[in-house]
């Protein structure tokens, strides 16, 4: 790398040395021009003056004088332009022989080489891509800037003990993850066996447990005659929420079950979505039977949907809405706009 530099230092000398070379040949060319331009009018001063000389004396003295005076002269000029075209074949000279270093030099430098292909770009010679190549560049400055200020985030923020998931101080993530596992990993006989103990709690609503794959559950429950809904089960984890109203069902024309399609009653998509909220609310990967136990309760609350007024405001409908939202606690009733 630094003979390739070294190269390039000698081809730049060689090129500044063939500059001076070729500036010296053109003063040599005026230089001589000018002597040339010169020389005629003086010759011509002489033969005047000879031819004015001739007609007043016309001594043949005189004319010989002249003749040796003329040849003398000519003598001078020849030897000054030979000494002229002496300097100029030498500045040539020069030149020839600095060139012949510089194709030396050159020869011996490698392709230059590019560091990526934004270089590349650069040498386009497209007027089109000459932009681009500077738009890149800002845009560089710019991700790198941005790397630089979420680093400095990360930093703030990693200060900050505040977090949405309330983990116990001692407990490193690794036993968290076995324990989340443990969550999925409850024998299919303990489910139902929560299920059924639930089903006997709740009276006055139906819940029981379907495993049309295998593996997952999906809990159905009906609640009094207001609502169906289905939880879907990995182990005792909470994977998926829908409502329905109680004169929709769960099963498609096959008898299938089909988990996806929403209620067209836009109360139960609201409850729906309550109840999404709901399952992460009471997510605990740590106590999964008190998750569920604890959701289940909270949907209970759901069985005065359509007969108990919001707490708030006291209406029964609110944009023709009942109160779509229970407390997490209390399972009071609020329309959604009314919620504390
Ligand atoms: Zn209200």
Redesign the pocket.
């Known amino acids: 790398m630094s003979d390739q530099a070294d190269h390039i230092l000698q081809s730049i000398h060689l090129v500044q040395k063939l500059r001076s070379g070729v500036g010296q040949v053109f003063k040599d060319l005026s230089d001589g021009i000018s002597e040339y331009s010169e020389d005629p009018q003086n010759r011509d001063d002489t033969e005047n003056q000879g031819k004015a000389e001739g007609a007043s004396a016309s001594s043949k003295e005189s004319k010989s004088a002249q003749s040796s005076k003329e040849s003398g002269s000519d003598k001078a000029e020849d030897q000054k332009h030979r000494a002229i075209l002496k300097t100029l074949k030498k500045s040539l000279e020069t030149i020839s022989h600095d060139f012949s270093d510089l194709e030396k030099t050159g020869a011996s430098i490698g392709p230059v080489q590019l560091f990526s292909n934004i270089d590349n770009l650069s040498l386009d010679p497209h007027d089109k891509n000459a932009v681009m190549h500077s738009q890149l560049l800002q845009s560089y400055k710019w991700t790198n800037k941005m790397h630089e200020l979420a680093s400095q985030a990360v930093s703030i923020l990693s200060q900050n003990t505040l977090k949405r998931t309330q983990v116990p101080k001692f407990t490193n993530a690794k036993k968290q993850k076995v324990n989340m596992l443990a969550a999925c990993q409850v024998p299919q006989a303990s489910v139902d066996q929560l299920i059924l103990q639930l089903d006997q709690t709740y009276p006055d609503s139906s819940i029981s447990i379907h495993r049309p794959l295998g593996g997952c559950g999906i809990m159905q429950i009906e609640l009094g005659h207001t609502l169906r809904a289905v939880v879907v089960l990995r182990g005792l984890m909470i994977e998926w929420v829908k409502v329905k109203g109680f004169g929709e069902s769960f099963k498609n024309e096959d008898g299938q079950f089909d988990i996806w399609t929403a209620s067209r009653y836009q109360v139960f998509q609201k409850v729906t979505d309550n109840a999404e909220a709901a399952s992460l609310r009471f997510y605990a990967p740590a106590m999964p039977q008190l998750a569920i136990k604890s959701f289940v309760l909270w949907l209970n609350g759901y069985k005065t949907l359509f007969s108990a007024?919001?707490?708030?405001?006291?209406?029964f409908l609110?944009n023709n809405i009942p109160?779509t939202w229970r407390d997490y606690r209390s399972r009071e009733p609020?329309?959604d706009?009314?919620r504390p």
């Open positions: 007024p919001c707490v708030k405001c006291g209406k609110l109160p609020y329309h706009v009314c």
